[in-house]
């Protein structure tokens, strides 16, 4: 049995948990199908210590009690972790050496999960993530159809950025799927865990998880050149090994399809550069502006109707103008967000005029679009013409950009 600090409760409540419906946890299965009645728009279960479970529906926590089960105990937690595990030794170790796995769970012939367990406070938590089982499209996610464009590259790196939960993995399967319909090409995905499952059509597609089919990202990628791939799907860019082999990937010739945790296009951009040396600066910025093809960010906001969340999507796409300034530097007027604003025909767009659009539309509230915006009072005077924006937003007891304050996606980040 795992150990976390002194995760377990005295053989007294032990044995009252061995009793009744409590018993199920020992087979997931039935307290999970159980919560997934709940609703059919749930994104998330959370299993914590002093909680009921609860499942995650439009970014919003709410408690269940399946098959009678209340607050968590941490026994049961470590329980419900061990049957999760079960089959999985390499990821137990991993747990019980670093605090914290990431793996993949299903039900059969149902529901896939993208699973992490992790210790806390000498306890143990489970976040299951719930994927999909049907590949989503472009269009069933409700994403700019330029993005189809995609598909024709031929080398070059496409980043999909955002923070956790913001639908990154959805929108790189999408674009997957699409070059699988559309192409004849080898196509070799690292993950961690594997997500969506894809299916040969005119492609040939080959999915390797970290941990049973690979030690790492590094060691997978580097075997991934020997493979003849023509697109290669890094899970994410996790460090300066893993982005430089995959600069190197483009620069001979492949297509890379990655994430990043960052909330727009220009923090993507200093990501990158800030994994080098600084003396490396120049180098890196001449190689990543020759490289990059696309930069995708998104947020999800919750819709102005109640039926669940929207994407909002800012798109930096490779051109002469964006090349320039990825490879100087951003300046006053010369900034990537000026590019992407002026871009339009070019496929580009900026979050704070597509959230301006949203509210105008009425898909979204004006508080929700102010709450994601990138600058709150640009926005508003975009929207309304205010003098002052800055004393609306006092009013509506909000901070304006001139008092900023860390945002959701900066403290996700």
Do not use: W
């Amino acid at each position: 049995m795992m150990r976390a600090g002194r995760a377990c409760v005295p053989p007294t409540s032990r044995r009252a948990f061995f009793s009744g419906a409590a018993m199920s946890f020992f087979d997931p299965a039935p307290i999970i199908e159980r919560m997934l009645l709940v609703s059919d728009k749930i994104s998330d279960l959370n299993f914590s210590v002093g909680q009921p479970p609860q499942v995650e529906i439009n970014g919003k926590l709410t408690p269940v009690q399946p098959l009678g089960v209340q607050k968590l105990t941490p026994y049961q937690t470590e329980i419900l972790a061990m049957a999760i595990l079960k089959g999985h030794p390499d990821a137990a170790e991993r747990l019980i050496r670093t605090g914290a796995v990431d793996l993949s769970f299903s039900l059969p012939s149902r529901t896939r999960f993208r699973v992490n367990i992790f210790q806390q406070r000498g306890t143990y938590s489970i976040v299951m993530r719930l994927i999909p089982t049907e590949i989503p499209t472009l269009r069933s996610l409700r994403l700019p159809p330029q993005l189809a464009e995609i598909a024709e590259l031929r080398n070059g790196i496409v980043l999909v950025t955002g923070p956790t939960g913001s639908g990154k993995s959805s929108t790189l399967a999408a674009i997957i799927d699409l070059i699988n319909e559309t192409k004849h090409y080898h196509i070799v995905t690292i993950e961690d865990p594997i997500e969506f499952l894809h299916t040969h059509k005119n492609s040939t597609i080959n999915q390797r998880e970290i941990g049973s089919d690979a030690v790492d990202f590094p060691s997978a990628l580097r075997a991934a050149l020997r493979q003849a791939p023509k697109v290669i799907l890094i899970g994410e860019m996790r460090d300066l090994e893993t982005t430089e082999i995959a600069l190197e990937a483009a620069e001979t010739g492949h297509l890379v399809l990655s994430t990043l945790h960052t909330i727009d296009a220009s923090k993507t951009v200093d990501r990158i550069i800030g994994l080098y040396p600084k003396n490396e600066e120049p180098v890196i910025r001449t190689r990543l502006a020759q490289t990059f093809r696309y930069i995708i960010s998104q947020r999800l906001i919750p819709r102005a109707d109640g039926r669940g969340r929207i994407a909002a999507v800012e798109i930096l796409k490779s051109t002469p103008r964006t090349r320039e300034y990825i490879q100087e530097g951003e300046s006053e007027g010369k900034s990537l967000l000026d590019a992407m604003r002026d871009g339009q025909l070019d496929g580009m767009q900026d979050f704070d005029t597509v959230i301006k659009g949203m509210i105008e539309r009425g898909i979204i509230t004006l508080e929700d679009g102010l709450a994601f915006a990138t600058n709150q009072n640009n926005l508003l005077l975009a929207l309304k013409g205010l003098s002052s924006g800055d004393d609306y937003l006092r009013a509506q007891g909000m901070s304006p950009a001139s008092e900023p304050k860390p945002s959701i996606f900066e403290v996700i980040e």
